[in-house]
C-alpha cells in the first residue's frame, strides 16, 4: 500500500501506546491551564473581586456558611432581605455551589493553607472550568475517539460562549452546573452503552449534585427521557437502556427531592412528568419484551402490542386528568416563556425586563462560537451516519439546544458543550482522513475504461436513440466509480459498509487542508482571546474607561457609594433601590432592602417600582410605610453609562402597572407623540415622578448656567432643575453613577412636609389654596 | 289670567332640567345601546350624555376614524375586537348590564369631541369610572387603554373586566378554519402514511431536518419571530445596524453561509477520499478549501459590519 510520507517502523505498539497516552496526559494538563489561565483576564485587569449582581448574594451565604458552618447557613433566615418580609435562605436557594466553596475552605483550611474565602469564591468558575474540559474529553470520547475528546476539550475550555459565564469572579451557580451537566451526560452514556447500574447510580449523583446546584438541571430531566423515548421509538430498546435508566430515575428522583427547594417537584410539576413518564413506558415496553422472548404465538404478540397502546394511552389520559385537577402543576411561567415566546411579556413582565432573557440574534452565536458554530452541522452530519445510540443523544442535544439558544440569550451557556462536541467531531474527522499517510491505489483499469466511454455518446450516430441511451448507461456506471455522485452515495452509506477504497493522493492536498484547519484553529485562539478580554471580563461592579492617552481610568462609583451607606448609615437603615442592586447593597453595604435580584415577590418590586415612578406626594407614604431611610439610584447621564435606572425606568412602570393599572400607566410617561424624553418636553408623569427627580436634582448646576446634557439619552436638560420636598439629597459618587437620597422624617409640626419647606423659603400661603391636609402616615 | 301660560313657560326649563336627570339619561343610553348590539354610536350630544358629570355609570369609549379617506388601518384592524366585547357584554342581565356602556366615537360624527378633547391620533380607548355611587372610585378623569397587548380581543376583554361591574363574558370564537386544516392536514397525513413511512424511517430526512433547523436556529431565527423584524429595512438596505439586532434577510444569508461551510467541510471529509481519480480528488480538495477560505472571509467581514469594533479580518 503505497504512503504519502514515511512513518518510523521500528516502533513497538507498547511504545506508540504509552507515548501517545502520555501526550494525552500533558495536552489535558495544558487545556486546564489554557482554561484557567484565560479566565484570569478581570482579575489582571481590575482586581480579584466578585462580579456582577447574583454572585454578590451566593458570596454573602458563602461566608455565612464558611464562618457559622453548615447547619447554620442552613437554617439562616435573612431578614435584611426583603424588608419587612425577610427571606428563608436554606429553602429557597440551590446550596450546591456555596457547599463546594465551602468544602474546598474547609479542606484547604484542614491543610493549614488559609485562603480566604473570598478568593476561593473568585477562583472557583476558573477551576471548574477546567473540570469541565476534562469531562467533555470523556464525553466526546465515548462519541469518536480519544483526539476528538482533546479538540472538544480545547473548544470547550476556550469558547467565549461558555467563558462568558465563568470567568474569575462570576461566582455563580452555572460555574459549577456546566461541568456536573456534561459529567451527567458522560455517565449517562457511558451507563447506556455498559448496561452497568454503577454507572447509572453514578449517574444519578451527579444529577443529585446538579439539581442542588443549578435550576437548569431540569434540562437534563428532560433530555435524558427523550433520549430513551427516542431510542425505543427507533426500536432500540434493549436492557442496558432499562438498567440506566430504571437506575438513574429511582436513584436520581429520590436524592433530587432531599434539596428543600425542589422538594416533591419531581412528582407534581409538569417539568418533571416526561421523566416519569417514560419511566412507565420502559416498564412497559420491558414486560412485553419478556413475554415476546416466552410467547412464540403471533397472536399474542399482537394482542400485546394492543395492550400497550391501550395502556400508553391510559398513562395518558391520567396525567392529563391529574393535572386538569390540580395534582400536577402545570408548567410554570417561565418553563412555558420558552415554548410561547410572548407569554412572559404579557403576563410575567419581571421575567421578560431581564437582558438576558431576550433573544439571541446571530452575531451573538457568532461572537460566542466562531467558527465552530459552522461546523457543527457538519458534526450532526457525522453523528447521522453512524447512529450509534449516544449519537442519538448528541443529534437531540443539537436541536433542543439550539433552539433555547435562539430564544434566550442565557441558553447560548446549554448550546456552547454540544457544538464543541459536534465540531470536534467534524474536525477531527477532517484532520483523520488527511493525516492517514495510506495512499488509496489507482484504479488504472477504470481511468483507461472512462475516457473512450465519456467519448461513446458523442460518437454515436444521432438517429439511433437506443444505443445512445445504452452507451449513457454505460457511461454512467463507468463513471460512478470515481464521479462526485457517487463519492457522495458512498459517503452516505454508513461507515464500514461501502467496500470502495478510501484515502488522499499525494502531499499538497495533505498539506492545503491541514494548513488550513490549523489557521482556523488559530484564528479561533485569537477570536477567544480577544472576545474574553474585551467583552466578558469586566466586573460590572467597577468600570474601566480610557483616558485620552489611551492608559486605562478606573470608575468605582459603586463601591465608593456602598461603603459610604456601610460606614455613614446605621446598621438598620432600610435602602430603597431597584432589584439590580438589592444583592450589591447587601454584599457591600451590609444594609436591609426592599427588594433584590431574587425576584420572588411581585408584589414588593411592584411596590418600588410605584413609587419611584408616582409623584413624591404619593411616593412619600409608602416610602414611610416601609420604613426606608435611604433611596439609591443609579444614574449615567453624566459619564454616559447607559445601564442606568432611567433606562430601566420603564420597566419598573411596567411592573407596576401590572399591580396597579389605574395608577401607573406606561404611556403616560411618553410624550404625546409617543417619545421617551428626558427634556423640556418630557411627559408630566415622567417629570413628577421620584426617579426622574432624584435623577436630575440639582444636575443643572453641574453646568454653570450652559445647557446640561444627559449623555446617555442625548438629550438636553431643562436648566431650572426639579425640585425635592420629602427627601434630602445624602450622597454622590465622583461620577454621579450612583445617588442616595435620605427620606425626611414627618415635620415635627405636623405640616405637610412641602408646606414646611417654602415655609423655610420664606414663601406665603396663598390664602386662596385650601389648606393642605397632613397626610396620614402610618 | 296670563299667569298660567307664564307659570308654564317658567316649568320649561325644569322640565329640561328633568329631561337630564341622572336616570333618565342611563335610560335613553340603554336604549341607544339596545338598538345597536350593546354599542352606542356616539356624537357630540351623546358623547356629553355618556360622560355625564354625575353619571353612575361606567363607559367604554372607542375614539376611531373608519372612513376609508382617513387611512386609519390600526383602526380597522381594533374595530372588530371592540365590537365583538361590546356585543359579549349585551348578554349580560339587564341589571349588570346597563351600568357599563359600550361606545364608539367615529371622527367624522363627532369631530367636536375630538377637537375638545385634543385627540391627534386613533384608535384611542377611554374608560371611564362612574363620577357618583356605590361603583365610584373617586376619578373622574378618562383611563386610556394601554394597547401593549395588541388589538386582539381577549386581552381587550382581560383588561376591561377591571372596570365592569361583572366579567365581561366575551369567549373568542370558535376557529373552524383552522381547525379544518388540522383536520384536513392530519387525514391527508393519514392516509399517506404508507408514502411517508419510508421517509420517517429514512436517518437522511431526520439528517436534513435537524441540520436545516439548527442551522435556522443559530441564526437568529427566533430572534426575528419574537421581535416581529421585518425582512428587510427601510431603502433596501438589508443588514440591521447594531450587534444586537437583525432583519429577517440576515436570516437567510447567515444559514446559507453556514450551510455552505459545513458542507464543504463534509465534502472534504466524507466525499473528496473516494475520487479514485488522483488529479480529480486534488481539484476537489483545492476547491473546497477555496470554498471555506472565502466564506469565511464573508462571515467574517459580515460580522464586521455587525460589530465594529471586530479587530480580525481575512481575505475581504
Redesign the interface.
Known sequence: MPLAYTLPSNLSPATVANTSSLLRIVALALISGAAIASRLFAVVNFESIIHEFDPWFNYRATKVLAEKGFYEFWNWFDHTAWYPLGRVVGGTIYPGLMATSGVIYNVLHALHLPVDIRNICVLLAPGFSALTAWSTYMFTKEMKDESAGLLAAVFIGIAPGYISRSVAGSYDNEAIAIFLLMYTFYCWIKALKTGSVLYGTLTALFYFYMVAAWGGYAFITNMIPLHALTLILMGRFSSRLYTAYSSWYAIGTLASMQVPFVGFQPVRTSEHMAALGVFGLLQIVAFAELVRAHVSSKQFQSILFGSVIVIGLLGVFAFAGLTYKGWIAPWTGRFYSLWDTGYAKKYIPIIASVSEHQPTAWPSFFMDLQFLIFIFPAGVVLCFRELRDEHVFVIIYAVVASYFAGVMVRLMLTLTPVVCVAAAIAFSSLLDTYIDPVEPEVPVASTEAETPARDSPANVAPGSATTSKKAKKAAAADASSSGLASGVLAALSPSGKSAKPRGIFGLDSRALVIANALGMLLFFVLHCTYVTSTAYSSPSVVLASQNPDGSQHIIDDFREAYYWLRQNTPQDAVVMSWWDYGYQIAGMADRPTLVDNNTWNNTHIATVGKAMSSPEEVAYPILRKHDVDYVLIIFGGLIGYSGDDINKFLWMVRIAQGVWPEEIQEPNYFTAKGEYRVDDQAAPAMKNSLMYKMSYYRFAELYGGNQAVDRVRGQQVPKTGPTLDYLDEAFTSENWIVRIYQVKKEDPLGRDLKTANSFDQGKKRKKSKPLSRRKAVV | MLLLPFLALLSIPFCLAASTSVEDVQEKLVKLAAANNGLIKLDDSTYNLLTHPKRTWSSSIHFTALDPRRKCIPCKEFDPSFTAVAKAWSQVPASERNNHFFATADFDNAMGTFQKLGM?TAPVLHVHLPAEGPRS?G?TAP??Y?F??GFDAA?LAE?LS?YTPVRIPYRAPVDWAKYGTTAGVTLILLSGVRLFLPILRS??A??IG??L???V???????V???GMPQSGANGQWIAPG????FGQ??QV?SF???L???A??M???????????Y???L???LW?GV??VM?SV?ISL?RV??R????K?LL
Open positions: 391627534q372610585r376619578r383611563i386610556v394601554d401593549s397587548n386581552p383588561q377591571q436517518r437522511w431526520w439528517a435537524v441540520v433547523t439548527s442551522l436556529m443559530t441564526s437568529g431565527y427566533m430572534f419571530r419574537i421581535r450587534y444586537q439586532n437583525q440576515e436570516v447567515v453561509v453556514y450551510g461551510l459545513a458542507s467541510f463534509l472534504l471529509t466524507l466525499v473528496t477520499p473516494y475520487q479514485t481519480h488522483p480529480r480528488q486534488r476537489q480538495v483545492y478549501s471555506i477560505l469565511f462571515l460580522f455587525k460589530n469594533s471586530y479587530p480580525f481575512l
